[in-house]
């Protein structure tokens, strides 16, 4: 008996340390493609503060 509920425990372990793998691999890939995102936000933010600028105002 008590050596299925020690194997079911390092089945669950494994199943744990598995996800855990995935989960930093996806954020891996996930992290680096955020910070583009972020940074071409900026740009563009930064853009469009500069065209408002730029624009004459006649009123």
């Keep these: 008996m008590s050596f299925c509920s020690r194997n079911d425990k390092v089945s669950g372990r494994i199943d744990y340390v ?3 793998l995935v989960a930093m691999h996806s954020l891996t890939i996930l992290g680096p ?6 940074y071409v936000m900026r740009l563009l933010a ?6 408002r600028r730029m624009i004459p105002q006649t009123a």
Excluded at 46 to 51: D, H, L, M, V
Aim: net charge positive.
């Design 46 to 51: 930064q853009y469009r503060i500069r065209a």
């Design 18 to 20: 598995l996800a855990l």
């Design 33 to 38: 493609t955020l910070i583009k995102i972020g």
